[in-house]
T-cell receptor, first 119, second 109 residues
Framework: GAVVSQHPSRVICKSGTSVKIECRSLDFQATTMFWYRQFPKKSLMLMATSNEGSKATYEQGVEKDKFLINHASLTLSTLTVTSAHPEDSSFYIC???????????????FGPGTRLTVL | SQQGEEDPQALSIQEGENATMNCSYKTSINNLQWYRQNSGRGLVHLILIRSNEREKHSGRLRVTLDTSKKSSSLLITASRAADTASYFCATAVNNDMRFGAGTRLTVKP
């Protein structure tokens, strides 16, 4: 299957700072990328869907000014947690959908996740 | 919002036994997928079953799908300690994928 990477894999920051997480599709083009958040022992909750070159669509209850998403290219989406607070500590997972006709067309592939800890 | 519920929420069995997890969902789907997640790690894709399929096998895994009941089951046969993980179903609805609450499986050696 296709590979999605995330960077960093783990980040610890002080309260009030901003943190940027990168999601890259390494061997395919992804016009659509998804960001999920997972609290300990809970399931993945979809935060937002981003399409290359357009604004992200946020799920209900997710603050768009707090979680800035940029999908500037077909292989890169970034999630910036602005003015992070301890309650933002979570596991953030991105996913990318392969839009090129072929074996993996329209399948969704997941990154390994980023563990954010806000002190 | 989450798409469905998984049952049971937690399951503890002995090595060698079979483990069955169920997933229910609410809306029409294109496909349903099962994932495994070890504690603190990323997702591992296990199997995908399309809405027009009723059963699918992959190694020790068997997945069924009943679209009339909006439910799916994942059976792991001859379980091993290494199968200990959380298992999630995920449904593809239109343009995105939604996850169930998950089942935490513990396989005791």
């Amino acid at each position: 299957g296709a590979v999605v990477s995330q960077h960093p894999s783990r980040v610890i920051c002080k309260s009030g700072t901003s943190v940027k997480i990168e999601c890259r599709s390494l061997d395919f083009q992804a016009t659509t990328m998804f960001w999920y958040r997972q609290f300990p022992k809970k399931s993945l909750m979809l935060m937002a869907t981003s399409n290359e070159g357009s604004k992200a669509t946020y799920e209900q209850g997710v603050e768009k000014d707090k979680f800035l998403i940029n999908h500037a290219s077909l292989t890169l989406s970034t999630l910036t947690v602005t003015s992070a607070h301890p309650e933002d500590s979570s596991f953030y997972i991105c996913s990318a959908r392969d839009r090129v006709p072929g074996q993996n067309y329209n399948e969704q592939f997941f990154g390994p996740g980023t563990r954010l800890t806000v002190l | 919002s989450q798409q469905g519920e998984e049952d049971p929420q937690a399951l503890s069995i002995q090595e060698g036994e079979n483990a069955t997890m169920n997933c229910s969902y609410k809306t029409s789907i294109n496909n349903l997928q099962w994932y495994r997640q070890n504690s603190g790690r990323g997702l591992v894709h296990l199997i995908l079953i399309r809405s027009n399929e009723r059963e699918k096998h992959s190694g020790r895994l068997r997945v069924t799908l009943d679209t009339s009941k909006k439910s799916s089951s994942l059976l792991i046969t001859a379980s091993r300690a290494a199968d200990t993980a959380s298992y999630f179903c995920a449904t593809a609805v239109n343009n995105d994928m939604r996850f169930g609450a998950g089942t935490r499986l513990t396989v005791k050696p």
